[in-house]
């Protein structure tokens, strides 16, 4: 389906160029797009090197693993052809936990490496699996806690209660969420995309692949159990791992209630009574329900504390652990290498299709059914354009705010409509690329659902809570 997709885009971008009479702004565009592509697959190589090396750690230390046991019956309803204990399943949590979670930068690399590591259980190349179309079901549709991005930008805009969305977008988010993963599990069975048999003549798999329906875990699975079991810890380790945990919570009481660390700088007489974990622009924006504080200061210290948790455990479990991070990086090359042209040809796709006007013309011809069901005019644009590019949505978005300002019930809907919905066919190009996956079946399908629920979901709650547009 891909192909179409994009074959159409060309296409209706030249037609349309041709017609409207900015051909010459679609050929600018198409190369525009590769230097922006080109730039996009830069920053995502440095960001790969640094969570493919942490991911390694994790792995190495058997970290994966345990969380993979942990979340067993989720994963094995959502994944039922993918062994409980292979590292998919673990790969697959983190990834997840850093969509939810709204850490995008690690989210990508975490599930690329999902994705790597559940195509050595395909035993068709280049088809994508039922779990690989979950996996992108799930992350084109994500639950989100916190969008941080657009409440950072609606509090720049002087907001008088950025986090107003939090809940309208955890709710968004919920639905679109469930939406893709009925419509992966219900497409999965029909005629058109099931998957077939494998052939009689079919070559065996190699050891370190599995079939879709062969029900013994593979060699490195069991590899990865029997060293978990055995690798040794260090003397008081954890003790080391119960003091790591305190302090982090000390951070994120800190965090979330500056009011306390105000009450101990003065009765331990340190200088000032102000907190200083806590810049003072996100200080003053954030509202007084307790319940949101802490999850917006898990969103702040997530990174940070990623970034020292892995090599810190692994650590404790006698691994080298920066020469392991190193090892890790190395993945990084290969994978920029694969998915580099499937960045380049889906961003040339996108660009022309917008310069030729393409955008403007599905809002004109949706208006009529938009009307009809309610949906504001005013923010079909940044429906449609949120699928296919992250910062044309964005600048969108921005547009919306300056228009009508950062508390109107329209900009709200909008921030809530962006933050429940993902760039669907780049996330879809850039992960079946990493695997060098050509037909990916029903994960478009999939993905688009979520793309049409979310907004609609977003207009009817936003609606209800903040009121008439």
């Known amino acids: 389906m891909l192909n179409f997709v994009w074959l159409g885009l060309i296409v209706l971008a030249v037609l349309l160029g041709g017609v409207t009479g900015h051909l010459q702004d679609v050929g600018d565009q198409a190369i525009e797009a590769a230097n ?11 960001i790969m090197v640094l969570w493919l090396g942490l991911m390694r750690l994790a792995d190495r230390a058997g970290l994966v693993h345990r969380l993979g046991l942990a979340l067993k019956p989720i994963m094995v309803w959502l994944f039922p052809e993918v062994p409980p ?74 907001g008088k209660d950025p986090m107003a969305i939090i809940g309208t977008s955890l709710v968004a988010t919920g639905i679109a969420h469930a939406a893709a993963i009925t419509a992966a599990k ?45 690798l040794p810890w260090v003397p008081g380790a954890r003790w080391i791992l119960a003091a790591l945990a305190g302090t982090v919570l000390g951070m994120l009481l800190g965090v979330a209630y500056p009011e306390l660390t ?85 961003l040339v796709a996108v660009f022309m299709f ?27 644009p940044l429906a449609l354009l949120r699928p296919f590019s992250g910062t044309g949505s964005l600048a969108l978005f921005q547009d919306l705010v300056t228009q009508h300002g950062p508390d109107s019930p ?33 994960a478009i399908p999939a993905g688009i659902v979520a793309d049409i629920v979310g907004p609609l979901a977003s207009v009817a709650i936003c609606r209800a809570v903040f009121g008439p547009f």
């Open 36 to 46: 922006t592509a080109l730039g996009l697959a830069a920053k995502l190589f440095a």
């Open 85 to 158: 204990d292979h590292p998919a399943m673990g790969a697959i949590i983190m990834n997840m936990a850093a969509n939810i979670l709204g850490l995008n930068n690690a989210a990508t690399p975490l599930g690329l490496r999902a994705m790597n590591e559940l195509e050595s259980l395909n035993r068709r190349p280049g088809v994508a699996t039922n779990a690989m179309c979950m996996l992108l079901a799930i992350n084109t549709s994500s639950i989100t806690l916190i969008p941080v991005s657009i409440i950072g930008i609606l509090a720049l805009s002087h």
């Open 186 to 230: 219900v497409l999965e069975k029909t005629r058109f995309y099931r998957l077939p048999p494998l052939p009689k003549h079919a070559a065996p798999a190699p050891r370190e692949k599995l079939a879709v329906d062969h029900p013994i875990a593979p060699d490195e699975a069991r590899k990865q159990t029997a060293a978990d079991q055995t």
């Open 262 to 346: 105000g009450w101990f700088s003065v009765h331990l007489g340190l200088p000032g009574n102000a907190p200083v974990l806590v810049p003072p622009a996100v200080r003053e924006s954030w509202p007084h329900f307790l319940f949101i504080r802490p999850l917006s200061a898990v969103s702040l210290l997530a990174i940070p504390w990623l970034i020292l948790f892995f090599p810190a455990y692994a650590a404790l479990r006698r691994i080298p652990v920066y020469e392991e991070f190193v090892e890790g990086g190395r993945e990084a090359f290969n994978v920029i290498l694969r998915i580099l042209p499937y960045i380049v040809g889906m």
């Open 354 to 380: 917008r310069a030729a006007g393409g955008e403007k013309l599905l809002t004109l011809a949706l208006a009529p059914l938009t009307s009809l069901i309610g949906f504001p005019p005013q923010l079909v």
């Open 410 to 442: 329209l900009t709200l809907t909008a921030a809530t409509m962006y933050g429940c919905s993902e760039t669907t066919f780049y996330v879809i190009a850039v992960y079946f690329g990493s695997v060098d996956i050509r037909k990916t079946r029903h």
